[in-house]
C-alpha cells in the first residue's frame, strides 16, 4: 500500500459507518412508525430520519470521491486531517435533525467545508502536476 493511504482509509470506514448508521435507523423506523413500502410518508419524526439518511447519502457522493481524488493529487494526511471532520459533523447533523429540523444546521455548516476543498482542491493540484 502506498505510505499513509491508511488515514483516508480510516476516514472512508468512518464516513461509510455514519452512513450506514443513517440507514439502519430509517429501516428500523418504518418499522417502528408503521409506514409501508414504498410510502416515505409518515408521521414528522419519521420523515426526518428518512431526510437525514437521504441527505447523508447525497453528500456522501462528494465527499468519499473527493476525499480520495484530494488524497491521491495533494497528499493523504491532508485528506484525512480535513476529512476527519465530515463523518462527526455528519452525526451532529443527523442527531440535530432527529431532534428538530432547525437543529441540523449547525452538522450541516461543519459538514460542508471538507467537500469544498476537496472538490476544487483536488482539480486545482491535478492542473498543477500537469505542469
Same mark, same amino acid.
Given at each position: !500500500?502506498?505510505?499513509?493511504?491508511?488515514?483516508?482509509?480510516? @476516514?472512508?470506514?468512518? =464516513?461509510? !459507518? @455514519?452512513?450506514?448508521?443513517?440507514? #439502519?435507523?430509517?429501516?428500523?423506523?418504518?418499522?417502528?412508525?408503521?409506514?409501508? =413500502?414504498?410510502?416515505?410518508?409518515?408521521?414528522?419524526?419519521?420523515?426526518?430520519?428518512?431526510? @437525514?439518511?437521504?441527505?447523508?447519502?447525497?453528500?456522501?457522493?462528494? #465527499?468519499?470521491?473527493?476525499?480520495?481524488?484530494?488524497?491521491?493529487? @495533494?497528499?493523504?494526511?491532508? /485528506?484525512? /486531517?480535513?476529512?476527519?471532520?465530515?463523518? #462527526?459533523?455528519?452525526?451532529?447533523? =443527523?442527531?440535530?435533525?432527529?431532534?428538530?429540523?432547525?437543529?441540523?444546521?449547525?452538522?450541516?455548516?461543519?459538514?460542508?467545508?471538507?467537500?469544498?476543498?476537496?472538490?476544487?482542491?483536488?482539480?486545482?493540484?491535478?492542473?498543477?502536476?500537469? #505542469?
Amino acid at each position: !500500500m502506498p505510505e499513509n493511504f491508511e488515514y483516508p482509509i480510516i @476516514v472512508s470506514s468512518l =464516513a461509510l !459507518m @455514519v452512513y450506514y448508521y443513517t440507514l #439502519f435507523r430509517a429501516g428500523t423506523s418504518r418499522a417502528k412508525y408503521k409506514v409501508e =413500502a414504498p410510502s416515505h410518508a409518515g408521521p414528522p419524526e419519521y420523515e426526518r430520519i428518512v431526510r @437525514v439518511h437521504q441527505n447523508t447519502l447525497e453528500h456522501l457522493v462528494a #465527499f468519499l470521491p473527493g476525499l480520495w481524488l484530494f488524497a491521491v493529487t @495533494v497528499g493523504p494526511i491532508w /485528506a484525512a /486531517a480535513i476529512g476527519i471532520v465530515w463523518p #462527526f459533523a455528519r452525526l451532529a447533523y =443527523a442527531f440535530g435533525y432527529y431532534a428538530a429540523p432547525e437543529k441540523r444546521i449547525v452538522g450541516l455548516l461543519i459538514s460542508l467545508p471538507p467537500i469544498y476543498i476537496f472538490l476544487p482542491g483536488s482539480l486545482i493540484a491535478a492542473v498543477l502536476l500537469l #505542469f
